[in-house]
Nanobody
Framework: QVQLRESGGGLVQAGGSLRLSCAAS????????MGWFRQAPGKEREFVAG????????YYADSVKGRFTISRDNAKNTGYLQMNSLKPEDTAVYYC?????????????????WGQGTQVTVSS
Protein backbone atom coordinates (compact mmCIF):
# COMPACT_ATOMS: atom_id res chain seq x y z
CA GLN A 1 0.00 0.00 0.00
CA VAL A 2 1.02 3.56 -0.62
CA GLN A 3 -0.48 6.89 0.36
CA LEU A 4 -0.16 9.86 -1.97
CA ARG A 5 -0.31 13.58 -1.28
CA GLU A 6 -0.07 16.23 -3.98
CA SER A 7 1.18 19.75 -3.51
CA GLY A 8 2.38 22.68 -5.60
CA GLY A 9 -0.82 23.75 -7.29
CA GLY A 10 -1.75 27.38 -7.60
CA LEU A 11 -2.58 30.28 -9.88
CA VAL A 12 -0.20 31.10 -12.72
CA GLN A 13 -0.30 33.21 -15.86
CA ALA A 14 -0.43 31.69 -19.31
CA GLY A 15 3.09 30.82 -20.44
CA GLY A 16 4.26 30.35 -16.89
CA SER A 17 5.54 27.27 -15.10
CA LEU A 18 4.56 25.22 -12.10
CA ARG A 19 5.93 22.08 -10.48
CA LEU A 20 3.62 19.63 -8.77
CA SER A 21 4.89 17.18 -6.19
CA CYS A 22 3.48 13.82 -5.16
CA ALA A 23 4.78 12.65 -1.81
CA ALA A 24 4.38 8.93 -1.18
CA SER A 25 4.42 7.00 2.06
CA UNK A 26 4.02 3.35 2.91
CA UNK A 27 5.47 0.62 0.74
CA UNK A 28 8.58 1.44 -1.26
CA UNK A 29 7.65 4.06 -3.84
CA UNK A 30 10.10 2.58 -6.32
CA UNK A 31 7.79 -0.43 -6.73
CA UNK A 32 4.89 1.65 -8.04
CA UNK A 33 4.01 3.11 -11.38
CA MET A 34 3.11 6.75 -11.05
CA GLY A 35 0.73 8.79 -13.13
CA TRP A 36 -0.74 12.25 -13.24
CA PHE A 37 -4.34 12.92 -14.20
CA ARG A 38 -6.38 16.09 -14.33
CA GLN A 39 -10.05 16.89 -14.19
CA ALA A 40 -11.64 20.14 -15.29
CA PRO A 41 -15.14 21.14 -14.13
CA GLY A 42 -17.80 19.16 -15.94
CA LYS A 43 -15.26 16.92 -17.66
CA GLU A 44 -13.96 13.42 -17.08
CA ARG A 45 -10.64 12.79 -15.43
CA GLU A 46 -7.99 12.54 -18.14
CA PHE A 47 -4.49 11.14 -18.33
CA VAL A 48 -1.63 13.63 -18.35
CA ALA A 49 1.59 11.67 -17.87
CA GLY A 50 2.93 8.42 -16.47
CA UNK A 51 6.25 6.89 -15.47
CA UNK A 52 6.99 3.20 -14.99
CA UNK A 53 8.28 1.65 -11.77
CA UNK A 54 11.13 -0.38 -13.21
CA UNK A 55 12.51 1.24 -16.33
CA UNK A 56 11.43 4.81 -15.68
CA UNK A 57 9.86 5.06 -19.12
CA UNK A 58 7.66 8.11 -19.48
CA TYR A 59 4.42 8.64 -21.34
CA TYR A 60 2.49 11.80 -22.11
CA ALA A 61 -0.86 12.85 -23.40
CA ASP A 62 -0.61 14.59 -26.76
CA SER A 63 -1.97 17.77 -25.23
CA VAL A 64 1.04 18.18 -22.93
CA LYS A 65 3.92 16.70 -24.93
CA GLY A 66 6.84 19.08 -25.09
CA ARG A 67 5.50 21.17 -22.22
CA PHE A 68 5.19 18.82 -19.23
CA THR A 69 7.82 16.53 -17.74
CA ILE A 70 7.12 13.71 -15.32
CA SER A 71 9.89 12.49 -13.05
CA ARG A 72 10.44 10.63 -9.82
CA ASP A 73 12.97 10.65 -7.02
CA ASN A 74 12.65 7.28 -5.34
CA ALA A 75 15.15 8.21 -2.63
CA LYS A 76 12.77 10.98 -1.58
CA ASN A 77 9.61 8.93 -2.21
CA THR A 78 8.38 11.75 -4.38
CA GLY A 79 7.10 12.15 -7.91
CA TYR A 80 6.97 15.38 -9.86
CA LEU A 81 5.18 16.99 -12.75
CA GLN A 82 7.01 19.97 -14.19
CA MET A 83 4.59 22.07 -16.20
CA ASN A 84 5.93 24.69 -18.59
CA SER A 85 4.28 26.94 -21.16
CA LEU A 86 1.00 26.62 -19.32
CA LYS A 87 -2.22 27.35 -21.15
CA PRO A 88 -5.66 28.28 -19.80
CA GLU A 89 -6.92 24.89 -20.97
CA ASP A 90 -4.52 23.27 -18.50
CA THR A 91 -6.71 24.55 -15.69
CA ALA A 92 -7.91 21.57 -13.67
CA VAL A 93 -7.54 19.64 -10.47
CA TYR A 94 -4.43 17.51 -10.84
CA TYR A 95 -4.23 14.09 -9.22
CA CYS A 96 -1.30 11.82 -8.54
CA UNK A 97 -1.96 8.11 -8.97
CA UNK A 98 -0.05 4.87 -8.48
CA UNK A 99 -0.28 1.13 -8.96
CA UNK A 100 2.02 -1.59 -7.69
CA UNK A 101 4.39 -3.16 -10.22
CA UNK A 102 2.21 -2.82 -13.26
CA UNK A 103 2.44 -1.28 -16.70
CA UNK A 104 1.81 2.42 -17.14
CA UNK A 105 -1.77 3.00 -18.21
CA UNK A 106 -3.67 6.01 -19.45
CA UNK A 107 -7.04 5.25 -17.88
CA UNK A 108 -8.23 5.90 -14.35
CA UNK A 109 -8.86 2.19 -13.79
CA UNK A 110 -5.19 1.49 -14.50
CA UNK A 111 -4.43 2.94 -11.05
CA UNK A 112 -5.77 2.09 -7.63
CA UNK A 113 -4.08 4.63 -5.36
CA TRP A 114 -4.93 8.32 -5.61
CA GLY A 115 -4.01 11.56 -3.96
CA GLN A 116 -6.50 14.21 -2.92
CA GLY A 117 -5.81 16.49 -5.86
CA THR A 118 -4.34 19.96 -6.17
CA GLN A 119 -5.87 22.87 -8.07
CA VAL A 120 -4.00 24.40 -10.99
CA THR A 121 -5.46 27.55 -12.49
CA VAL A 122 -3.92 29.24 -15.53
CA SER A 123 -5.09 32.76 -16.23
CA SER A 124 -5.23 34.33 -19.67
Amino acid sequence: QVQLRESGGGLVQAGGSLRLSCAASGRAFSDYNMGWFRQAPGKEREFVAGISWGTGNTYYADSVKGRFTISRDNAKNTGYLQMNSLKPEDTAVYYCAAKYRSSVGSRTYDYNYWGQGTQVTVSS
